[in-house]
């Protein structure tokens, strides 16, 4: 069977018997458009055009015909979008061919020769080059990860090849808010990577947290700190109720303060193991993930431990200690050593007293004229599940809403069972906000009130201030927008089914 005209095209040019610039171009990529369209399933055309261009073995001249064809896409694509799209596309076929000319011509990197036996082998090479361990970045790392978020959240699923050609696009960018997403992508990145540099793309083998390489790990939490805090400066710098500017302490407050939350809701639920929603909860490699985020946590102790001195070093030499790898601040043991006594927390946080930051001011609760009698009634979960309970509790932390407590009391409140619960509500937003959030739950038949009582009586019963006074009159008035929001965000979060599989 003969060679297609437009791969003989492609090795014409490759074996200097055509200039790049002599084809029909315009003719030449209308021919693909056509050829791709009547596919069904139609293939990708950045998966095309990889296959095709590695027929040409020159990096330069690549990225020509690539600018070429971006050029002539609006003549050969039937709308501006589908061009605009296609454009994008080749963009990034152009980073990877810089990365790989950079690598081989700069510093002298040999292809490897991994997939010499297989079909469309040279690509699988030359990207096995570029994720090599040797030159691997944190940056693609993440923006790996970050493609594999946005891929599987839209409901697609490419094949592997393609994520790292589309990798790049989400460079400076982060999808994720929260570090148990980030390390389940992490995680799955990097078991994609080794899977593509060691040739084994296809293997039912699953990588273990401990196979991942120390350095680029915790390399990829420095972009991901970076790229967080940049998110958080945006929040604080946005938030007129602030009463200071946000400092860089403050920033990272705030991320420890987040993260912690979301690391504390996902070993929680490893309390509720032999549960349904446990079950619809687990995956493969959940174990692996955990260790992530403890390692996650550790590192960002440690690097708040030490934030106003230099951790890494450009220019001092490293040594192994046992196992672990030192540049100027020393790792203990095969975990990095955990903060000092006192050192989140508390004001004495970075080593030195920093005086009493004002606090914004904050409206005073009317005490009732009589005595308060609570019940010990409670709701009983109808529409949502007990994993769904407890995110919205870590949400409610989260937000600020309660204090951090026993999450078996927030847990017991919708039990149906009598109880004597107590949640500690901070005062941070309206109480009557707090009506509306268990309003909603109930009229959205998420939980159901037991006969012969009132939801706002069995509210104001289990939810008590931190002087221990009971939260009363909560139906005073109407919820504030942005608190009606954040109910809305609730509202979606105890309706979701879980199914992480996707």
């Known amino acids: 069977m003969e060679d297609p005209e437009e791969v003989n095209i492609l090795r014409a040019i490759n074996r200097e018997e055509k200039r790049w610039d002599e084809p029909d171009w315009q003719s030449y990529l209308s021919s693909i458009v ?3 369209g009547l596919m069904n399933p139609p293939i990708s055309y950045i998966g095309c055009a990889w296959a095709l261009l590695n027929e040409i073995d020159n990096y330069h001249i690549r990225n020509l015909i690539l600018g070429k064809w971006q050029d002539l ?9 589908a061009a605009d799209d296609f454009i994008a596309d080749m963009d990034c076929l152009v980073r990877t061919n810089i990365d790989l000319k950079a690598l081989i011509v700069m510093h002298g990197a040999k292809m490897p020769h991994t997939y010499d036996n297989v079909d469309g082998g040279k690509g699988l090479n030359e990207l096995a080059l570029v994720w090599a361990d040797e030159y691997v970045s944190a940056t693609g790392m993440v923006s790996l990860a970050s493609e594999m978020h946005k891929t599987v959240s839209a409901g697609e699923k490419d094949p592997m090849i393609e994520y790292f050609l589309y990798s790049s696009r989400n460079r400076d960018q ?5 570090i148990y997403d980030f390390s389940r992508n992490l995680f799955l990145a990097e078991s994609f990577r080794q899977y593509l540099t060691t040739g084994k793309m296809y293997t039912s083998e699953p990588m273990t947290f401990g196979d991942f390489k120390r350095r680029l790990r915790n390399a990829c939490f420095e972009e991901y700190i970076r790229l967080r805090l940049e998110q958080i400066r945006e929040e604080l710098d946005d938030d007129n109720w602030q009463l200071l500017d946000p400092t860089d302490e403050d920033c990272f407050e705030e991320l420890y303060k ?16 032999g549960s349904q929603a446990y079950r619809e909860r687990y995956f493969r ?7 992530m985020m403890e390692y996650f946590m550790k590192y960002l102790e440690w690097k708040m431990e030490n934030l106003n001195e230099d951790t890494m070093p450009k220019n001092q030499s490293t040594q ?3 196992g672990d790898y030192v540049a100027g601040n020393k790792y203990t043991g095969t975990v990095i050593g955990t903060v000092a006594a006192g050192g989140i927390g508390v004001q004495n946080v970075y080593g030195v007293q920093k005086p009493q ?13 009589t005595p308060f009698e609570p019940v010990t009634a409670t709701f009983t979960k109808k529409r949502t599940q007990t994993y769904n309970i407890v995110a919205l509790y870590q949400d409610l932390i989260n937000e600020g809403w309660i204090e951090d407590g026993n999450p078996d009391d927030f847990c017991a409140l919708f039990e149906g069972e009598p109880s004597e619960c107590r949640i500690v509500w901070t005062k941070k937003v309206g109480k009557d906000n707090l009506y509306a959030l268990f309003k909603m739950m109930v009229d959205n038949n998420f939980i159901t009130v037991p006969s012969g009582y009132g939801l706002q009586r069995i509210v104001e019963s289990h939810f008590v201030y931190k002087n221990g006074e009971y939260v009363t009159g909560i139906d005073s008035g109407k919820p504030s927008d942005s608190a009606r929001s954040r109910i809305t965000t609730w509202r ?3 309706d979701a089914k879980v199914n992480l599989d996707n």
């Open 34 to 36: 056509k050829m791709i």
């Open 73 to 81: 896409a609006p003549k050969c694509f039937p709308t501006q979008e």
């Open 174 to 178: 982060l999808p994720f808010d929260n």
């Open 258 to 273: 987040r993260e912690k939350c979301v690391y504390d809701r996902e070993t929680m639920f490893e309390d509720f193991r």
């Open 285 to 291: 490699g959940r174990p692996e993930v955990l260790n």
């Open 320 to 322: 192994i200690i046992n």
């Open 357 to 369: 930051r004002p606090a914004a001011p904050t409206y005073t609760e009317k005490r009732e004229a």
């Open 492 to 494: 979606k979060l105890l």
